[in-house]
């Protein structure tokens, strides 16, 4: 990965921090893409007795699970404390009363404080554009998994903001989109984790704002700004602030300036351990190819 694009995860931090007591408001596309995600699930024969909530913001999934899932001990992460304590809140009251709610955790997805096979379910609702490394989050979230466990995902796809990185292109020489990753190949990294019946699909989602600097302030609001390592130090020089604007104002149709999600949705499953009618472990014994020996 480019050094420019390496997310800082200090200004990651601190950015979702700043952004958890307003966050819900703002956060349009994170609550639709979360309905959309539970309507998928719907259609999976799944009776988990943990859960993990992976980048879990301010918890707007928990609901859902209570009431889907009631017995379910429900893992709240996420890198910033003060989202997991939102999260948290959402627990129904006599849950908390009777020390049954949330089990608040405050963390990486690259580096889970769980042990491993240690829930049946992990959720993850775009978050994990926030990973540098993808394989490794992949592998994180495959040793946390329970055989037979499944893998629940949304996240931003490269045509995601493709207009603002358009706007920004060639005014200076600084980051200010962050990168995404084609769907393909995180198909290509879940079986390389581990993951078997990979299943990805994407779909553009589209919001529009009456200017660039109200897209911005949204994205400002939900913490989801520039947080990248090649991303200018300081505030944005007024002149690229204006060549964006111009820029951008190419894009408007009826009116609205138009910002493009590219949502990308993967589920795949942690393979059961086969065993024989006397409960020996099945050992598949493959021939070599030519040339191996």
Request: with cysteine; hydrophobic share 45%.
């Amino acid at each position: 990965m480019d050094n420019a694009t390496a997310i800082d995860k200090r200004r990651l931090r601190e950015s979702f921090e700043k952004a958890a007591p307003a966050y819900d408001a703002a956060a349009v596309l994170q609550h639709e893409v979360c309905r959309r995600m539970l309507s998928r699930l719907e259609f999976v024969k799944l009776n988990p007795a943990a859960i993990l909530d992976a980048g879990c913001g301010t918890g707007n999934v928990v609901p859902a699970f209570y009431q889907q899932f009631p017995r379910a001990a429900i893992y709240a992460l996420d890198i910033a404390a003060g989202m997991v304590r939102l999260a948290s809140a959402r627990a129904p009251w006599w849950k908390r009363v009777l020390g049954r709610g949330l089990i608040p955790v405050c963390g990486d997805i690259e580096r889970l404080p769980l042990r491993a096979a240690a829930v049946d379910l992990v959720w993850s609702n775009l978050a994990l554009q926030w990973v540098n490394d993808p394989p490794r989050a992949f592998g994180e979230l495959r040793r946390v998994l329970k055989p037979g466990g499944l893998l629940m995902f949304s996240t931003f796809g490269p045509d995601t903001l493709r207009q603002l990185r358009a706007a920004y292109a060639g005014t200076d020489r600084y980051t200010h989109v962050n990168r995404f990753i084609d769907m393909h190949d995180l198909g290509d990294m879940l079986v390389h984790a581990g993951f078997s019946d990979p299943v990805m699909d994407m779909e553009y989602i589209t919001l529009t704002y009456a200017d660039v600097r109200a897209l911005m302030r949204d994205l400002k609001t939900i913490g989801a700004h520039n947080v990248t390592a090649g991303r200018r130090p300081g505030m944005t020089a007024r002149a690229v602030l204006a060549a964006v604007e111009r820029n951008y104002e190419r894009f408007r149709q009826e009116g609205r300036l138009p910002a493009t999600f590219e949502v990308v949705y993967g589920h795949a499953w942690v393979p059961q351990k086969r065993t024989m009618r006397d409960g020996k472990p099945v050992i598949e014994i493959k021939p070599l190819r030519e040339g191996n020996g």
